[in-house]
Every structure is written in C-alpha cells, then in structure tokens.
C-alpha cells in the first residue's frame, strides 16, 4: 500500500466577463486567481476517510463502502466519491487528509467549486488505479458532483475555470468549447464586502427569468435564441413581454455582445487594457441595473477603487453580496487601500495555474 503524501491544490476565480450566462448556454471569459486550496493527506490501513477542516473548525467521517447517502443538500464529498465509484474507480482503502485554504468562502470566488475539483482530483490520485485525468475531465467530473447530483440552477463557468486555470473563454451550447487566453493581464484587486451572497436564489430568480422570457417568445417564434438575436431586433418582441422582461432581455443580449468584445480585445496585440477596464465597467452597469444583483456596499468599493486610478470593476458571482474586484495593473496598491476603507478584507491578486500536484 502505498504511504507517501498527495497533496492537491486548486485556485479561485474571477468572472471577467458573461457574469449569470454560462448556464443559459452562453459563453463566458473566466480567470482564475493566486488564492488556492489544498488538500493533502496519506492512506489508512482501513475503510474510513477522515477529513479535517480546520478553517471551519470541523471534521468529516466517510466509511467507504457502496454508493453513499448524502448528509445535507451540500455534500460535496460524498456525492464526489459516487461520481467516481459510478466512474468505476474504486477505493480500497481510506485516508487521512486535511482541507485549507485562503480562497474567500461564500464570497462569489468558487470556493465551494474549487474545493470540489481538489477533492475530486485528489481523490483520482487516492484511488486503486491511481489515475491522473486532463484539467477537462475533472471539471466535467466536479460538475457532475456539485451540480447534477444536486439539480443545483448554475452552470460549468466554476468548474472549468478552476480546473483549467489562467483566463479561458467557455461555451456551453451546443456542446463544451474551450479556449485558452494567454494575455497577460497583470493585477487584479479583490475585494470581499463581507456580507454572504445569496447563491441559490439569485441563480434561480434571474435564471428563471430569463429562461420565461425565451420560452414566451419561442411561442411566437419557434427558432428564437438567445445566441442569434441581435440587439435591433428586440423590438419588435416588446409587445409580447411586460416592460421588465423587455428590459431584462436587452440586458442579457447586452452582456452576450460584451462578452464577445472582450473575446475580439484579447486577440489584439498589444493588448488594450484600459479597453478591457471600460468593458468591465458597462458588464457591470448591467448586473447592478437590469439583474439587480450588485449592493450598496459593493456599489462604494467599485467606486472607491475607479476614483483610485483602476481600469475598470465590477461585482463577481452570482450576487446579493461577496465579491467584487478591480482591474488594476497600475499602482494595485492605491487601489487596494482605497477599497480597504470600505472593506477591510482585499487582496492583490493575478492569474493563476489550475488544479495541479504540489510537490513536497
């Protein structure tokens, strides 16, 4: 039996672009960030996983034996280890490990996502074939665990941005695309408003929304898609939906045209970030505006850090609190203490490699 030490670390990430898109199938431009978890442990002579948590003051126990029950509607390793037994990889024994961090949790940085893709990554290296997948497959494996076992409402933006890492562009429809981006941005400022976002609902609300406007039009026009329609045409489908659909509508078309500008920036040489800062900015005009998920406290950091010289912010997540983060490749530390006035919790932060094996 082997005894050596695996540990396994992943990044958080940031939305740059496509913020609430990725699970109406729409594509999304993600990085992820120089703020990580870890989870490294050895194998035991029995059945019995243990894991230790000692950022949460907790502990976790799993005795390994068919598929397991879950515990509570979030339990992400257990439905992890049943993604990879119906995989048909198998666990002769248990192990020993301890889960940290410094990601920021419930704060729109994928936390819970990161976690997820370590443990499933970790746990490919813990099990009989000992298997070592592509950043791809973990993802797919982690969505699997976090989302489809839980017919949670997001979509694989998390997943793939924290397995894959650095910048990607991600399309969901009609099948996965993934692009690597390899500009190089420079630092980010992120900071954290402290005040728990509200995931779920926020997720389900804008998404199902969104997804009545488009099953409300298709009655009137069987081939409509949020992919094809462009901006001129909404008109003519005002008289069909209520002023806050019509509204919502152009906002979604809106952060879909942002998204592909973004794209066509990044394939410019030299590229042009204070272009990317102004892209940033209208992304978010529209998530404060039309989605409605920014918040006051979120709406003072942004301006603290654009009165301090940066390129462009926006809120990060799915919203009603978390996050929010500065492009600032000039001068980070001004911004950082700027937004430091409001919220204390902020960091400078860059893009960052993905799920990988730390070597001791």
């Known amino acids: ?102 990601i920021p949790i419930n704060s729109g940085t994928s936390s819970s996502s990161a976690l997820v893709v370590t443990w499933i990554n970790f746990l490919l290296r813990m099990s009989d074939q000992s298997a070592i997948l592509s950043a791809e497959k973990i993802a797919e494996y982690a969505h699997r665990a976090e989302v489809l076992e839980f017919s949670e409402p997001g979509g694989m933006m998390d997943h793939y941005s924290t397995s894959v890492g650095n910048i990607i562009w991600l399309e969901s429809f009609p099948k996965i695309k993934l692009e690597k981006i390899n500009s190089r941005l420079g630092a980010f400022v992120l900071g954290n408003s402290r005040k728990p976002k509200e995931t779920k609902a926020i997720l389900a609300r804008v998404k199902q929304d969104v997804l009545n406007i488009v099953n409300e039009l298709r009655k009137i026009n069987s081939e409509f898609s949020l992919h094809k329609i462009i901006l001129d045409e909404i008109e003519e489908y005002k008289k069909y939906l209520s002023n806050e659909q019509y509204v919502l509508l152009g906002g979604t078309v809106k952060n879909r045209n942002i998204t592909t500008a973004a794209k066509k920036v990044f394939e410019t040489i030299p590229l042009d ?55 600032a490749p000039v001068e980070p530390e001004i911004v950082l203490d700027a937004i430091k006035k409001i919220s204390k919790e902020a960091y400078i932060v860059y893009s960052d490699e993905g799920t990988r094996e730390e070597k001791s």
């Open 1 to 102: 039996m082997k005894t050596e030490k695996i540990k396994i670390s992943t990044p958080g990430r940031i939305c740059l672009f496509g913020e609430h898109q990725d699970y109406l199938g729409l594509p999304i431009i993600a990085s992820a960030i120089s703020k990580r978890i870890f989870i490294e442990g050895t194998k035991r002579n029995d059945r019995e996983i243990r894991i230790e948590l000692p950022d949460i003051k907790d502990a976790e126990i799993i005795t390994l034996n068919s598929l397991l029950s879950y515990k509570n509607e979030q339990d992400y390793y257990r439905s992890s280890l049943n993604v990879l037994l119906m995989e048909g990889y198998s666990f002769s024994n248990g192990f020993d490990c301890v889960v940290h961090g410094d």
């Open 273 to 327: 970030r204070e272009k990317i800062g102004f892209l940033l900015n209208d992304h978010h005009k529209i998530l404060r505006d039309v989605l409605s998920i920014s918040t006051s406290k979120i709406d003072r950091m942004i301006d603290a850090a654009l009165n301090a010289g940066a390129y462009g912010a926006k809120i990060n997540g799915s919203g009603g609190g978390g996050c929010m983060f500065a492009y």
